[in-house]
């Protein structure tokens, strides 16, 4: 893709309202633009990483068997009414009047509207385990929005339902959702660690946060050191059966691990002097198990094998995929901008041409760019290397192939990997083999 015809407009000065890393390069690197408090316009590389977060969040989901919906972001207050949500969300709620006068709500989570669903169709203790998600856009309206699209009003969230006829059916979907987050965030390139934490508003018994480490975090965290090290995709943990899922689960809630909100200190005390470690840490996914709460209060029921009525019970699993955006960046970013890690980064390698209408150098670069496709984006702009070179490293390519007149008469270009900061001196048929193939 060329830069001359895309919209990909960086900024050099430092907005002033932007506290955080992330927020400042999400700025700077032309990911996003805000269009009113804690709302945020997507540009074109900005919705590449999210769609880039979006599928490996998906491709995760859909491993444990979980099927994707889609439900709209408005939704009837009666839904609301239902569960006695309506009254109790208080002011982060945006409610909305239609023209006939109903209470509409634009959706802050979607237990509700998935458990009506639910009820309608199914009937039967044989239908389930149901696992069910969609990725849409959220709106709380937070009191205090900051830090860009860490804490945005209107904000992407996959949340997931589970529905089983019991607790120990609920525990296992729990256990499911638990391993399908690990080795998404692992995929995502950032290290979040599963803490107990409070079920606030959404209730029930057991709920884990996850955090990834970040000085600029909302929340003080305690844990074991030992949760840094595990590598969850190198474990071979089968979700269909119960007793590998339970071996994986008592792995990952051993060691210590708490947010403020539940740090208990005699436990902390357990843990050995060395491997104790306390810092502020970003929540990226959340999830619950709340028993019957919702089709007990919707009078949802299904029929067990002896025909007699019950109210499934259910979970809830959210990430926060466009805050996932900022908290990358948090995790991988220097003084010259962002580190994109390979598998969101919006594109794989820049093509840095240092003279546009030099035969030789144009020829070179016209063959990466075709060869490339969409994953290389050609700076072909009439500008000074020097503003190529900033703006390649400002937007965190994880590869930049640089190529200038003097090696282009011997067929020959640089490659620099923006994370070492390592530069190659290749022949151009060794930098598509590195880079492109
Ligand atoms: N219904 C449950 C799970 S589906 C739920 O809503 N959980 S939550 O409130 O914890 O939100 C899930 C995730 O959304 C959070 O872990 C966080 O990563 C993200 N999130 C929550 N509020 C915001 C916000 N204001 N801005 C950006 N992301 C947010």
Not at 77 to 87: F, I, T
Not at 156 to 164: G, H, T, W
Not at 380 to 404: S, T
Not at 414 to 430: A, I, T
Request: net charge negative; proline share 5%; aromatic share 10%.
């Amino acid at each position: 893709m060329r830069l001359t015809k895309s919209f990909l407009p960086t900024l050099k000065e430092v907005p002033a309202d932007a506290q955080i890393a992330s927020h400042r390069l999400m700025l700077r690197a032309g990911l996003i633009r805000q269009t009113a408090s804690g709302i945020y316009a997507w540009l074109p590389a900005g919705l590449r990483v999210l769609r880039n977060i979006e599928r490996i969040v998906r491709e995760e989901q859909n491993a444990i068997g979980a099927q994707e919906v889609l439900m709209p972001t408005l939704q009837s207050a009666d839904l609301w009414r239902q569960s006695g949500r309506y009254d109790a969300y208080g002011p982060e709620m945006l409610r909305i009047q239609d023209r006939h006068g109903r209470d509409m709500l634009y959706g802050p989570t979607n237990e509700e509207m998935i458990t009506e669903i639910f009820g309608q169709s199914v009937k039967s203790y044989r239908e389930l385990p149901q696992s069910l998600y969609h990725i849409q856009w959220k709106f709380r309206d937070e009191r205090r929005p900051r830090f860009g699209v860490m804490r945005g009003r209107e904000f992407l969230m996959k949340d997931a339902y589970s529905f089983d006829a019991d607790y120990d059916g609920a525990v296992i979907s729990y256990r499911k959702m638990m391993l399908a987050y690990l080795r998404t965030f692992q995929r995502l390139g950032v290290r979040a660690i599963p803490m107990r934490a409070d079920t606030g508003p959404i209730g029930g018994e057991l709920s884990h946060e996850f955090l990834i480490l970040a000085p600029t975090g909302e929340s003080t965290v305690y844990f074991d050191a030992a949760l840094e090290q595990q590598d969850w995709l190198a474990q071979s943990v089968d979700f269909h059966d119960p007793e590998s899922l339970g071996r994986f689960f008592k792995d990952v809630t051993t060691s210590y691990a708490a947010t403020d909100e539940m740090h208990d200190e005699t436990a902390w005390k357990s843990v050995p002097a060395d491997r104790q470690r306390e810092g502020r840490g970003i929540e990226v996914g959340h999830i619950f198990y709340f028993e019957d709460k919702y089709t007990r209060s919707m009078g949802v029921t299904v029929n067990g094998p002896d025909g007699a009525a019950f109210h499934p019970h259910m979970g809830s699993y959210g990430i926060g995929v466009s805050r996932l955006t900022g908290a990358i960046i948090e995790a991988h970013h220097d003084a010259q901008g962002i580190i994109w890690p390979e598998s969101v980064a919006p594109f794989k390698a820049a093509v840095l041409n240092l003279k546009p209408g030099d035969a030789q150098v144009d020829e070179i670069c016209n063959r990466f760019n075709q060869l490339g496709g969409d994953a290389v984006l050609l700076d072909d702009r009439d500008e000074r290397a020097g503003v190529k070179f900033n703006d390649a490293d400002l937007m965190g390519h994880p590869w930049q192939i640089i190529v200038g007149p003097r090696g282009a008469k011997e067929g020959r270009v640089e490659l620099k990997n923006r994370r070492s900061g390592e530069r190659l001196d290749l022949s151009v048929d060794e930098a598509i083999e590195r880079v492109l193939l």
